[in-house]
């Protein structure tokens, strides 16, 4: 038996996301022009900041570190808002990694196409967007209705490095809650 090797963990989540058909990568601009360059990067080191220093407020005072998180997702909240009018994203169970993800969809795709990516992390409504190129498409066997047909699984490229830092930490703290989760409700039963 040949053991998988995967460069980062996966973990099932609910995502809000949007994307956009794409002819070329190469032609699209990765975020694409809305937002200023400077802003956004410096938003983005912000938010990685803000999680290495939530870590030592949670371990001092819990609650005060709940009332910035909430802060902190409110604001994040408003930030996205202003990009939802025009995406529209949609609320999706999805498999999700620092470098590709699975989810399940209405239509088919074609292999090899390029999209752009908008994932809205829950539940901090942190924004990563993401060139990305679909891998594999099949068939669901556990589609339920219409909107699942589909299991569409894509890669990410070219992601920006802090995009994938905000991503990866999210990821982590995910799976811990899961991990934690899992231990408490395996305590319950015993």
């Excluded at 099932?12 to 694409?32: G, M, N, R, W, Y």
């Excluded at 990067?41 to 009332?67: G, N, T, W």
Aim: with cysteine; glycine share 2%; net charge negative.
């Amino acid at each position: 038996m040949q053991q998988e090797r995967r460069r980062y963990f996966r973990i099932d989540d609910e995502i809000a996301l949007s994307f956009t058909l794409v002819d070329d990568l190469q032609k699209v601009e990765p975020d694409h022009q809305q937002m200023d360059e400077d802003t956004r990067e410096y938003h983005m080191s912000l938010e990685v900041q803000l999680r290495h220093a939530m870590v030592d407020v949670r371990a001092q005072s819990p609650k005060l570190a709940h009332v910035l998180d909430l802060m902190n997702q409110k604001i994040n909240l408003l930030r996205s808002s202003e990009n939802l009018h025009e995406n529209h994203p949609t609320m999706k169970s999805a498999n999700i990694s620092a470098c590709g993800m699975a989810f399940t969809w209405s239509e088919k795709l074609d292999v090899n196409q390029a999209l752009m990516v908008n994932l809205y992390l829950q539940p901090h409504h942190e924004l990563v967007r993401t060139k990305a190129y679909v891998a594999a498409v099949s068939d669901n066997p556990e589609a339920e209705d219409e909107q699942d047909a589909y299991l569409i699984r894509l890669d990410f490229v070219e992601m920006n490095q802090a995009y994938q830092e905000i991503l990866i930490q999210h990821v982590v703290q995910r799976q811990g809650r899961q991990l934690r989760q899992r231990r408490d409700d395996e305590e319950s039963s015993e």
